[in-house]
Structure formats: C-alpha cells, structure tokens
C-alpha cells in the first residue's frame, strides 16, 4: 500500500467513514471524536497532522504547506466551540482539502497557485486584523479615561 492509498485512508477515516443512508452526507471520525471537548480536536488535529507531515516530505511548495496548516488551524479553532463547531466541523473537511492539495501539487512540481498565496495572504491578514482590533480599543479607551495628563519627561 503506497504512501498515498494510506493518506486517502486516514482522510476517509476521519471525514467520510459514515454516511448518513439515503443521502449522499458523509462524515467520519472527526466529528465524532470532536465531540469531546478540547482534547477531542486536538487528538483529530494531530491525526491531521499527518498529511502536513506526508506534504513536506513530497516537497510540496511551502506556500501550499502553509495553506494546508491554516486549513488544519481553522478546522481545530471552530472545532472547539461547544456544538456549533461540532457542526461546522462536519463541513470544513480540512483533511479532505489538505490531500487534495497535495495530490495536486505532489504528482508533479507544480508551482503554488495564485489561490494559495492569495488564502495564506488573507488568513495572515485576517489574524493581523484579530491581534490589531483589541490593541486600538484598548488605545482608545484609556485615551478617553479623563485624569491627569502623564508625561515622560
């Protein structure tokens, strides 16, 4: 069994070992195991880990590993809100993007597309906006606090 059959196994495993009969609704260990708060997505998180492990050593592009870790990051942050993220993490599938990934860029050196630079460009983007917000509130907030002016000198 190759390097890659064993992939696609550990992405069914976690993603599409149940299907939901009359439908074409699939989910798998991820959900359920996800269930079980923190530990349960950090556990199908290091699972996942697996793929990224299997991308670096096809040489996958870096942009594209970042991709792939991001994928992973977002499926672990909603992952560990109560229900909700149980839910959502039925229809992230970040396992399912991450080999799809590395099925397109490790079968041949493909370059990173205009797409990966563009996702990895907006998650830094989006967590730089995260880290920033609370700084300015708090920057505006002690600004309008009335009291005695402090000077350095």
Not at 6 to 20: D, K, P, T, W
Not at 47 to 74: E, S
Not at 106 to 124: K, Q, R, Y
Request: zero cysteines; proline letters at 5%; charged letters at 15%.
């Amino acid at each position: 069994m190759g390097d890659l059959s064993r992939l696609r196994s550990l992405q069914r495993f976690l993603e599409e070992a149940f299907r939901i009969p009359g439908t074409r609704f699939r989910f798998g260990w991820d959900a359920l195991i996800g269930l079980v708060p923190w530990a349960g997505d950090l556990v199908t998180a290091l699972m996942g880990a697996i793929i990224l492990v299997a991308a670096h050593r096809r040489r996958v592009p870096a942009v594209v590993q970042i991709r792939m870790l991001f994928n992973l990051a977002i499926d672990l942050a909603i992952g560990v809100v109560p229900f909700a993220g149980d839910v959502a993490d039925v229809f992230w599938k970040a396992n399912t993007r991450n080999l799809a990934l590395i099925e397109r860029h490790a079968a041949s050196p493909l370059e990173a597309t205009a797409g990966d630079w563009w996702f990895v460009t907006g998650i830094v983007g989006v967590v730089v906006l995260l880290a920033a917000v609370p700084l300015l509130l708090l920057s505006w907030l002690l600004s309008s606090i009335p009291g005695p002016e402090f000077k350095w000198w």
